[in-house]
């Protein structure tokens, strides 16, 4: 007799900005000129709130404790309450903003068949030519194995990886609520070893796509309330099939999905390998609605794998290959990246930020800004930094971000409150 297991989902989003607390929702910062009329730079000496000739002021960063001057007028560059020709300047070290990513990978028994040429069908979930790779042993190989995408991650600085494979059982059980099959942790070699340990299972049972990928969308809401999960999350869902399980819920994933990135910036990736023909629509939805979406022409409802917006690799005809290029796509899409969080505690002008590079043992060089054009995708064409579409964070562009992330003890600082921006 079938044995399935009903999973209630029960998310519960909470309509907040991206930056999050332990807990708690918080407004991402703002980085707008301030409208205040105190014309200082939050000075508290007998003219740290300027006069009121300084009512036209209003350009000073906050929460700097720099003390006022004697008794001096605001003006109009906000350095009221400082003797009208001091600056203060923070300058905050930048660390590259962590990425979590979790693989929610499909372990069913169809799993088991070689993929086309090989076996086109899969007609019973058994291999057609034992000399051949099924597509888990070919899954395994291309995330755990010496040239596989967590070995490529392994030892990067700030990234955390964890697994929930599904089925559970040989039918449609899933990993409990907040729960994984390996928990999302620093990437070193002990880490990397559970990894491996937690994929090396046999592939059988059904397919409880719904329930396994809220699971994992679920795991990462409750880490970043934790406070364990900072900075980017990623989910990564691999599946062969259909759902078998639980049909009604594919509705449900489609929303947590859309919810997952709109309220916690969690990026859905969907992979389609050979036998998820059915569930190409479903697929491409989650890309789109993931924000990892392939192009903008991509279709919704696609009925060919090049019309798809997920990873669609029904149509493949060297899985093996390709399955491993597009691990290791997402890899470098995911942590091959200079993203710097600006800092929350101060209110900033947004025309007084530069930044700058110093390699190892080499010269401090100034980053000029590159801002995006309109309509442009972030660091297209471009060589500096720019700021994200929220404002919450800096990105460095081009041949600067490469030497950052190619040498190990470079350092990129943020300075606030002074000097101009330096365009390009």
């Known amino acids: ?3 399935t297991q009903s999973i ?13 607390t332990a807990g708690a929702c918080q407004s991402s910062p703002e980085f707008t ?27 000073g960063s906050t929460d700097l404790n720099v003390d006022g001057g004697a008794g001096a007028d605001g003006n109009s560059d906000g350095s009221g309450g400082l003797g009208g020709s001091s600056c203060a300047e923070s300058t905050e070290t930048a660390d590259l903003v962590p990425a979590n ?21 899969c007609p019973s979930p058994v291999k057609v030519d034992e000399g051949e790779l099924s597509k ?3 899954t395994q190989d291309a ?19 964890g697994l929930i494979n599904f089925p559970l059982d040989d039918n449609c059980e899933v990993v409990a609520s907040g729960q994984v099959t390996v928990p999302i942790e620093q990437l070193d070699d002990e880490h990397f070893a559970a990894l ?25 809401r409750l880490g970043i309330h934790a406070g364990d999960l900072t900075g980017d999350n990623y989910l990564v869902v691999m599946t062969d099939g259909v759902e078998t399980c639980q049909q009604e819920a594919l509705d449900d994933l489609l929303v947590y999905v859309e919810e997952a990135e709109k309220y916690y910036g969690i990026r859905t990736y969907a992979i389609g390998a050979p036998g998820s023909e059915g569930s190409r629509a479903l697929l491409s939805l989650i890309a789109i609605y993931g924000g990892t979406r392939k192009s903008d022409d991509c279709a919704e409802t696609p009925t060919q794998a090049s019309e798809s917006c997920h990873i669609d690799l029904t149509e493949s005809t060297d899985f093996e290959a390709d399955l491993g290029q597009e691990f290791q796509g997402i890899t470098e899409a995911t942590t091959q990246t200079c993203e710097y969080d600006v800092p929350a505690s101060a209110l900033i002008d947004r025309n007084k930020v530069n930044v700058e590079f110093t390699p190892s043992g080499g010269q401090t060089e100034l980053v000029l800004q590159d801002p995006p054009g309109s309509g442009d995708e972030q660091c297209e064409d471009a060589e500096g930094w720019q700021y ?37």
């Open 33 to 59: 000129d301030s409208d205040s009329n105190d014309g200082n730079l939050g000075g508290n000496g007998s003219g740290g709130n300027g006069s009121d000739a300084g009512d036209t002021g209003g350009h």
């Open 8 to 20: 209630t989902l029960n998310f519960v989003w909470t309509a907040c900005a991206v930056v999050l």
């Open 136 to 138: 888990w042993e070919i």
């Open 101 to 121: 990513l979790l693989f929610v990978v499909d372990k069913s028994g169809s799993m088991n068949c070689n993929p086309p040429p090989t076996d086109p069908t």
């Open 143 to 161: 995330l755990s194995g010496p040239a596989g995408a967590w070995a490529t991650l392994a030892g990067q600085p700030g990234v955390s990886v």
């Open 196 to 220: 491996k340990e937690g994929l090396d299972v046999a592939a059988d049972g059904q397919t409880p796509l719904a329930g396994a990928a809220t699971r994992g969308l679920e795991a990462l």
């Open 388 to 424: 994200t579409a929220d404002g919450s964070q800096i990105v460095l562009c081009g041949d600067v971000c490469q030497e950052v992330l190619s040498d190990p003890g470079a350092k990129v600082r943020v300075k606030f409150g002074c000097q101009e921006t330096v365009v390009r």
């Open 1 to 3: 007799m079938k044995r």
